[in-house]
């Protein structure tokens, strides 16, 4: 393994894949194997599926390297490829109506009210059994939210606004709505 | 500002005096503390776990580590050959055995190789006779 190419940035990766490098290609793989893989599975919840859609998406970037022009936007367009082929699929599968429901799901919950101070504070937070909480109470929230939930993990919320081309103003508010309904459902215990 | 408006802005980039006003904000401020508790928990949770092997192995054999073309085909008749010639040898034994059933074939065998070990002895006892 090319010990160089751990220092390269992603877009002088793509150069290398691009002019037939492997070990370069190989690297961005390696660089964004496991976030994807997580970020597919959140988003299908079928391991099997989301298999198959993470390769799919590498054998895009492999096979489109020459023609990848996007400056400093590697990332995003791994996670966006990723997400457009898990809509897709979903799509295909019945498991999602529309988008457009989704969003309109998701803005109706941000015109209510946020939830004030007299709600019961957040013990231990930190503890494993959180974790697993936190993950369940996540996995349970309409796509929409988990996927802006999740995009924040791997991006910044500019990024994210950038790459779903959305005011950077809905993101954040998208992104606030989805935290406070995992704060609910955690302080609550209440389904989603 | 508000402490919404406070949430929202502390999710985006900051300047260092704003970040200093969203510090002092956070010591008087119990919900945006939790706020940012949460946050910290969720990133922890969703730390990812490592991928699969096997799929990484496969996007490999599928782009960097592909074989050529040559290799592929000369694997694709290597193996057409194997399969022929095993599937001939399966008819022919198919063919040579089936006029048996099994008792026969046993019988038939024994009988041979008795016959044959006779034939073998009797011309071993010449051979030594001649010397
Ligand atoms: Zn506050």
């Known amino acids: 393994m090319d010990t160089q190419n751990k220092s390269r940035s992603d877009d002088e990766l793509v150069q290398l894949a691009a002019n037939g490098e492997n070990q370069a290609f190989e690297e961005l793989v390696f660089r964004?194997?496991?976030?994807?893989?997580?970020?597919?599975?959140?988003?299908v919840q079928d391991e099997g599926a989301a298999g198959d859609l993470f390769q799919e998406v590498f054998l895009a970037l492999f096979n489109h390297a020459a023609d990848f022009k996007a400056q400093g936007k590697v990332k995003s367009w791994l996670f966006l490829t990723a997400r457009n082929k898990a809509f897709n699929f979903l799509r295909d599968h019945k498991a999602l109506t529309s988008l457009d429901q989704q969003d309109e799901e998701g803005n109706e919950i941000w015109h209510e009210t946020l939830p004030d101070d007299s709600l019961p504070p957040l013990e231990q937070l930190t503890s494993c059994e959180t974790a697993q909480r936190i993950r369940e109470c996540i996995n349970a929230l309409p796509p929409a939210q988990r996927d802006v939930i999740y995009l924040r993990q791997?991006?910044?919320?500019?990024?994210?606004?950038?790459?779903?081309?959305?005011?950077?103003?809905?993101?954040?508010?998208?992104?606030?709505?989805?935290?406070?309904?995992?704060?609910?459902s955690l302080t609550q215990g209440e389904i989603l | 500002m508000t402490c919404k408006e406070w949430i929202k802005f502390e999710e985006g980039e900051?300047?260092?005096?704003?970040?200093?006003?969203?510090?002092?904000?956070?010591?008087?401020?119990?919900?945006?503390?939790?706020?940012?508790?949460?946050?910290?928990?969720?990133?922890?949770?969703?730390?990812?776990?490592?991928?699969?092997?096997?799929?990484?192995?496969?996007?490999?054999a599928k782009t960097t580590r592909k074989q050529p073309l040559w290799?592929?085909?000369?694997?694709?008749?290597?193996?057409?050959?194997?399969?022929?010639?095993?599937?001939?040898?399966?008819?022919?034994f198919h063919q040579r055995t089936t006029p048996f059933n099994q008792a026969e074939l046993v019988t038939y065998m024994s009988e041979s190789n008795q016959d044959d070990y006779y034939t073998f002895s009797s011309e071993l006892d010449l051979f030594e006779q001649e010397f």
């Open chain 2, 71 to 92: 290799i592929r085909w000369k694997k694709v008749l290597v193996g057409g050959m194997a399969a022929l010639f095993i599937a001939a040898g399966v008819y022919g």
């Open chain 2, 14 to 60: 900051k300047t260092s005096q704003q970040l200093a006003q969203w510090k002092a904000h956070l010591k008087t401020c119990a919900s945006c503390r939790e706020h940012e508790a949460l946050s910290q928990a969720i990133g922890q949770a969703l730390v990812p776990s490592a991928a699969p092997a096997t799929l990484v192995d496969a996007v490999f």
């Open chain 1, 32 to 43: 964004y194997k496991n976030a994807l893989y997580q970020y597919l599975k959140a988003l």
């Open chain 1, 154 to 184: 791997y991006l910044s919320f500019k990024e994210i606004a950038q790459m779903l081309h959305k005011p950077l103003g809905t993101v954040l508010a998208d992104g606030h709505r989805a935290i406070q309904k995992v704060r609910n």
